[in-house]
């Protein structure tokens, strides 16, 4: 079945630093990406996505690429800030034939963001 | 525009008793999913509807956990009886257009303790 494998962390940065949170899937056919982020006591939030190979998708200041070549959508962001500090997840869409589909997600990343 | 309305966020009740959680979609989406989150098993896909119809009841867990849509805007999430490992927090979610491609929107969740 369908796998998404993500660093678990927790993973502490400095303030500006540049962030990379790895993640890799394992899925048939063309499966739509998405990176999630839970803020403490609330649910999941759309961060970006991207549907097809060398997609990129983007926001605040965010950006993962699909490359179907590696099964990968890494997580990157070149200046963190504190309030971005939360619990990334990265997920996929699977391609059963044009139906809505569940997400599978990976396990989380817990990122800390330190002043 | 109100995101996806779950209830109650918080319930706390002994083993044995029936638990109903309840969830609102966003209007005019038309795709429904349940998903339980736990530290050891992070986040599952429970079951998930498109235009009412359930499509995939392959993560419910057991014969105690059943789930509907008596409309197209409101769902429920029956457990019974309870047990204690059925603790967790339980997000629904709602996407539009019933592709595998759209995001979908999260509740803030029901956080359950069974005692």
């Known amino acids: 079945g369908d796998s998404v494998t993500q660093m678990e962390g927790p993973v502490t940065l400095s303030e500006e630093a540049f962030l990379t949170i790895n993640c890799t899937y394992t899925?048939?056919?063309?499966?739509?990406l998405f990176w999630y982020v839970q803020y403490p006591g609330e649910g999941l939030q759309l961060l970006l996505k991207?549907?097809?190979?060398?997609d990129k998708g983007s926001n605040k200041g965010f950006e993962a690429t699909y490359r179907k070549e590696t099964t990968s959508f890494h997580l990157e962001k070149g200046s963190v800030q504190v309030s971005d500090s939360a619990v990334y997840f990265c997920?996929?869409?699977?391609?059963?034939?044009?139906?809505?589909?569940?997400?599978?997600f990976g396990k989380g990343t817990h990122l800390i963001i330190q002043p | 525009d109100a995101g996806v309305i779950q209830s109650p966020r918080h319930e706390v009740t002994e083993m044995g008793q029936e638990v109903t959680l309840r969830c609102k979609l966003i209007?005019?989406?038309?795709?429904l999913f349940w998903y339980r989150q736990t530290m050891m098993r992070g986040l599952e896909l429970l079951i998930y509807?498109?235009?009412?119809?359930?499509?995939?009841d392959s993560g419910m867990p057991e014969d105690r956990f059943s789930a509907k849509m008596p409309n197209a805007s409101f769902s429920t999430l029956k457990i019974q009886p309870s047990e204690p490992r059925d603790s967790a927090v339980y997000f629904c979610?709602?996407?539009?257009?019933?592709?595998?491609?759209?995001?979908?929107?999260f509740g803030d969740g029901t956080r359950l303790s069974i005692l």
């Open positions: 979610a709602s996407s539009f257009g019933g592709l595998s491609n759209q995001p979908q929107h």
């Open positions: 899925a048939t056919g063309y499966p739509s």
């Open positions: 991207a549907t097809k190979a060398d």
């Open positions: 997920a996929l869409s699977g391609d059963s034939g044009g139906g809505a589909d569940g997400l599978t």
């Open positions: 209007s005019g989406h038309n795709s």
């Open positions: 509807f498109n235009n009412n119809v359930p499509i995939d």
